[in-house]
C-alpha cells in the first residue's frame, strides 16, 4: 500500500490520509496543518549553528539555517541538516527501565525515582558523599547544568562532578589559565573573516566543524589568504592548505618553537613591543635556540625549508588567526603543545585586534556554558573555585544553603572518577548523556569499573547504547527540539533553543528529572523553580559581578537577538565582541605569559613489537558514538562500518590490501576492522574512528585499543597516540 501523508489547511474540510502506518483513515479537520517554525540551535558541535525547526503535525519535518546567527549566517552541515531524523527513531528510550536478574524491565517514573533515591542515599549514609560520581555532558544547556551542579555540589555534597568535556577540551581551558590568567576566551567568530593569515593545528576542520572551515575557504577566496595546516594526516583540510606541516605524530612542541625560533631569526618579533603586554620574552627567546629547522626537522619529519617557509608566511601576516582542536588537546602534554602554538600569537603581535590571535572554538555544543556554570570538579558557577572559601560563601547564599555544605575539596576528575569506581571507592554513578562505554579510553578497564560500581543509573534519550546495557535503572530523556533551553556558544553568545515537539512515550526533560530526583532526595529547597525561565533567571544572578555578567540578557530577549555576547550588563548593553583590546590580562602583572614548552614524546612510545602509532579521530558523517547518527539512513550509509587507515608502504610491507581485514592491536585490546590503503596516512602511523562502540561488533571499538594516560595539568587522556600492531587478520 501507498504510504502518504498530505498537508491539510487549518480549519478545512475532512481530509483523509494514509498514515506512516497505511491503516487508519482519521478525520483530520480540528488539527492545525501549516508549518509552525521554532528557533533553536544545532545539537552537536561546538560552532553552535544557529536553526529554524519546521514543525507539521507534532513533528519536526525540516531544519534550516539561521541567517541571525552570528556563528553560521544561515548555514548548515550535513549533520545540522539531517539532526531533525534522529528524533522518532525505533531506538528512543521512552520508559523508565528497572534490571531484574539481569534482564530490563519496564518502570514506572515513581518507582525508578524512588529506587534511585533509596540506593543514593544507602551510599552516601554509609560512606559519606564522596562516594558518588556523577558523569555529564559538555552538551547540556545553562539551565541542566545548573541544576546537576547545585544538586550534587549544594544537595550530595561531593564535588565528584566531571563529564564527556574532561576528554574534548579541557587542555585549552587549563592553557587559556596558564597563559592568560583565566579561562578567558576573548576573540569572535567574525574574526575568521578579517584574518591575512591562518595557522591551525590538530583540528579537521573540514570533518569536524564544517561551517566554519567554509568561512576560512571564503576569506581564502576572497583575500587570497594563506593557510597552513598542522597535522599528522592529510585530511581534507589538510590539502586545502598553502603549507602542510605533516609532522609526526605528538611533535607539535618542537615544530612550534622552531617556527618562533625562524620568526626570532628573521626579525619578526618587536621585542620592546611585545614584553610590554608579555613576559618571559627573553627567557622564551634563549629556550628555543636549540629548535633550529635542521633539529627540529629529526624530530617532526618535516623538511626545514618548510619550516622556514611556513614560519615567514606567519610572520609577514598582518593578522593571523590560530585555530586548534583535539589533535593539540588530547595528549600527556596538551597544555604545553597548545601554550607552545599561542607563543606564536604572542611574539608577532598577533593579539589584541580584529582577525588576530587564538580562536578558541569548542568541540561539544554547549562546552562553553559547562565552563560558566562550573560543572566541573573544581569550579562553581561563573568562574568561581570550590577551594576558594569565599567563593563557596557567595553561591551558598544564592543557593539558600550553609556554606559548609559545599566541600572544599576538589573532586575527581573522569579517568581517576572511573578509577576510583574500579577500585570500590565509588559505589554510585549518575551518567547522563554521555556514553563513555564507547568513548572513554580502554574500555575494557572501564566496563571492569563500571561493573563493580554498586548502583549505576544513566539517563540517554537512546537505548541500548554500551553504557545504558551496564546500567541498573535507565531514566528516558528528552532531547533537543523536545525541551527548552539556553547556551553559550564559543563567542560568548548567548541564545535560545526552544521546544518544537512533544519527547516519546514519557521521556521527560533532564532539568525534570534532576529535581525529581532532587526534590525526592530532601532537597526541595533548591528547586524552587516554576518555569525554565526560573533556573536561569538564578544562574543569572550568580553572574552578576563576574567577568561572565549576563545580567542583561534574558529569555524575551534571546528571542530576538542572536547571541549577545557577555558580558551584558543591562537590556540596553550590546554585550562585548571582543575582549582585552587593550592587552590588560587576568594575570598577576597583567601580561599573557609565554611559556617555556619542552618537546616529550607521547606516554607509549612506538617499539619493535608495538612498532604503529594509533591516531583516534571522528569523520563527518557521524557523531561521537553515533546514537544519533547511525538513525540517520543516508549518514549510516556514508560511513557503515569501523576502518584502520594505513599507508601503501605499511600496507604493501604487510601483504595488506584495500578491503583486507586487519587485525589492530595494541597493550590492552585488539580490533579487526577493514583496511582503508590510503596516501592520506603517513607511514608508521594508523587511524582508526571512534564512532564504533562495542554495539557495532565486540572487535570493533577504536577504545579498545587505546591508553588511559592522560596530560598531568589538564587530566585529558591521550587518544591521540598510543602503541599498536598490525597483521592481517
Ligand atoms: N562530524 C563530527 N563533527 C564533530 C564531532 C563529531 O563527532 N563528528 N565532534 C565534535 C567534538 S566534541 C569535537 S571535540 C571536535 C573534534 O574535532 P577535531 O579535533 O577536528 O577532530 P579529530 O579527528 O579528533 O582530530 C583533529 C586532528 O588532529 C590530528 N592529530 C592527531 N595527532 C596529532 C598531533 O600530534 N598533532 C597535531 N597537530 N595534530 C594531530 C588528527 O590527524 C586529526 O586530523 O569535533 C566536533 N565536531
Ligand atoms: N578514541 C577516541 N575516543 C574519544 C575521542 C577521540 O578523539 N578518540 N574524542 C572524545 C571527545 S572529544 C568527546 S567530546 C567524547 C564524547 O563522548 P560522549 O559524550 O560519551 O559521547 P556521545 O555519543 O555524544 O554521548 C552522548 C549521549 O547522550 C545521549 N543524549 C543525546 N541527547 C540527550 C539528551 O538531551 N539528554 C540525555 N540525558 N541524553 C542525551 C546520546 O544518546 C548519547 O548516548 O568522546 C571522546 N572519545
Ligand atoms: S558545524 Fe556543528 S553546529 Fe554547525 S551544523 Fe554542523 S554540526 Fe551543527
Ligand atoms: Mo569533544
Redesign the pocket.
Known amino acids: 500500500m501507498a504510504i502518504t501523508r498530505r498537508g491539510f489547511i487549518k480549519g478545512s474540510a475532512a481530509v483523509t490520509v494514509a498514515t506512516a502506518a497505511g491503516l487508519a483513515v482519521r478525520d483530520l479537520m480540528t488539527e492545525a496543518s501549516e508549518i509552525k517554525t521554532v528557533m533553536s540551535l544545532c545539537?552537536y558541535c561546538g560552532n553552535g549553528c544557529g536553526m529554524y525547526l519546521e514543525v507539521k503535525e507534532g513533528r519536526v519535518v525540516n531544519v534550516r539555517g539561521m541567517e541571525e546567527s552570528k556563528a553560521s549566517k544561515g548555514k548548515l552541515c550535513i549533520l545540522g541538516l539531517t539532526a531533525h531524523e534522529m528524533l522518532n527513531v525505533e531506538t528512543r528510550l521512552k520508559y523508565p527501565l528497572i534490571k531484574r536478574n539481569g534482564r530490563f524491565e519496564r518502570a514506572g517514573w515513581d518507582e525508578a525515582i524512588e529506587l534511585i533515591v533509596r540506593r543514593f542515599k544507602e551510599i552516601i549514609e554509609k560512606n559519606g558523599p564522596d562516594a558518588m560520581g556523577v558523569y555529564h555532558?559538555?552538551?547540556f544547556y545553562n539551565e541542566e547544568y545548573y541544576l546537576l551542579n547545585k544538586l550534587v555540589k549544594g544537595g550530595f555534597g561531593t564535588n565528584n562532578l566531571d563529564?564527556?568535556?574532561r576528554?574534548?577540551y579541557a587542555s585549552t581551558v587549563a592553557a587559556f589559565v596558564k597563559v592568560f590568567g583565566g579561562d578567558v576566551p576573548f576573540m569572535c567568530y567574525e574574526d575568521i573573516d578579517l584574518a591575512d593569515c591562518f595557522l591551525v593545528s590538530g583540528y579537521n576542520m573540514s570533518s569536524s566543524n564544517p561551517v566554519s572551515f567554509d568561512r576560512i575557504m571564503q576569506r581564502k577566496m576572497d583575500a587570497n589568504t594563506p593557510l597552513i595546516v598542522i597535522d599528522p594526516r592529510a585530511t581534507m583540510m589538510a590539502q586545502k592548505a598553502d603549507i602542510h606541516l605533516q609532522i609526526k605524530p605528538g611533535t607539535d612542541i618542537a615544530l612550534n618553537n622552531a617556527l618562533a625560533y625562524v620568526l626570532f631569526k628573521e626579525g619578526f618579533v618587536n621585542e620592546e613591543k611585545v614584553s610590554k603586554y608579555a613576559g618571559g620574552l627573553q627567557e622564551l627567546k634563549s629556550h628555543i635556540q636549540k629548535y633550529t629547522p635542521e633539529y627540529t626537522e629529526g624530530i617532526t619529519g618535516v623538511h626545514r625549508d618548510k619550516i622556514v617557509k611556513a614560519a615567514v608566511t606567519y610572520g609577514r601576516a598582518k593578522n593571523a588567526v590560530t585555530l586548534w582542536m583535539?589533535g593539540l588537546n588530547?595528549s600527556t602534554v596538551a597544555v604545553w603543545k597548545i601554550a607552545s602554538l599561542w607563543n606564536l600569537s604572542l611574539i608577532t603581535g598577533n593579539i589584541g585586534r580584529p582577525g588576530a590571535g587564538p580562536l578558541s572554538i569548542t568541540?561539544?555544543g554547549t562546552a562553553m556554558s559547562l565552563r560558566e556554570i562550573g560543572g566541573l570538579p573544581h569550579l562553581l558557577p561563573a568562574h568561581r573555585g570550590v577551594a576558594n572559601e569565599k567563593h563557596r560563601k557567595e553561591i551558598a547564599g544564592i543557593w539558600g544553603i550553609s556554606p559548609d555544605k559545599i566541600s572544599p575539596k576538589p573532586g575527581k576528575t573522569a579517568i581517576d572518577m572511573f578509577d576510583a569506581a574500579g577500585k570500590g571507592e565509588i559505589k554510585g554513578l549518575w551518567i547522563?548523556?554521555?556514553?563513555?562505554a564507547?568513548?572513554?579510553?580502554d574500555t575494557n578497564k572501564f566496563i571492569g569499573a563500571i561493573k563493580k560500581a554498586e548502583f549505576v543509573v544513566i539517563?540517554?534519550?537512546?537505548h541500548p547504547?554500551e553504557?545504558t546495557l551496564l546500567a541498573d535503572v535507565v531514566l528516558p530523556?528528552?532531547?533537543?527540539a523536545e525541551?527548552d533551553g539556553t547556551a553559550s556558544n564559543a563567542e560568548r553568545g548567548v541564545n535560545i533553543a526552544k521546544k518544537a515537539v512533544e519527547p516519546p512515550g514519557e521521556a521527560k526533560p533532564?532539568t525534570e528529572i534532576i529535581m525529581m530526583i532532587g526534590k525526592k532526595m530532601g532537597y526541595e529547597n533548591l528547586f524552587p523553580y516554576k518555569t525554565n525561565e526560573d533556573i536561569f533567571e538564578e544562574w543569572k544572578r550568580c553572574t552578576k559581578g563576574q567577568d561572565c555578567d549576563m545580567t542583561g540578557i534574558t529569555y524575551k530577549r534571546m528571542e530576538k537577538e542572536f547571541g549577545v555576547q557577555w558580558p551584558c550588563l543591562t537590556p540596553e548593553d550590546l554585550g562585548v565582541k571582543r575582549r582585552f583590546l587593550d592587552l590588560k590580562f587576568p594575570t598577576q602583572d597583567g601580561r599573557a605569559i609565554l611559556n617555556i614548552c619542552e618537546h616529550k614524546a607521547p606516554a607509549e612510545p612506538t617499539d619493535t613489537e608495538y612498532p604503529f602509532v594509533l591516531i583516534?579521530?571522528?569523520v563527518r558523517e557521524h557523531?561521537?558514538?553515533?546514537?544519533?547518527t547511525a538513525n540517520i539512513p543516508r549518514l549510516a550509509r556514508a560511513v557503515s562500518h569501523s576502518y584502520v587507515d594505513i599507508s601503501p608502504s605499511d600496507a604493501n610491507k604487510y601483504g595488506i590490501r584495500n578491503g583486507d581485514v586487519v587485525k589492530v592491536s595494541s597493550r590492552r585490546g585488539a580490533v579487526k576492522v577493514k583496511a582503508k590503503v590510503s596516501e592520506d596516512i603517513q607511514q608508521g602511523a594508523v587511524f582508526v574512528p571512534?564512532h564504533f562502540g562495542y554495539l557495532a561488533g565486540d572487535d570493533k571499538a577504536?577504545?579498545l585499543l587505546?591508553i588511559s594516560a592522560y596530560d598531568p595539568i589538564s587530566k585529558q587522556p591521550e587518544?591521540?597516540a598510543c602503541a599498536v600492531k598490525i597483521e592481517k587478520a
Do not use: E, M, V
Open positions: 545539537p555532558t559538555a552538551s563529564g564527556s568535556a576528554l574534548c583535539l588530547q568541540g561539544q547522563l548523556q554521555a556514553n563513555p564507547a568513548t572513554i579510553p539517563q540517554d534519550a537512546f547504547t553504557t530523556a528528552a532531547q533537543w525541551k533532564d583516534t579521530g571522528l557523531f561521537h558514538s553515533r546514537t544519533r571512534y577504536a577504545n587505546t587518544y591521540k
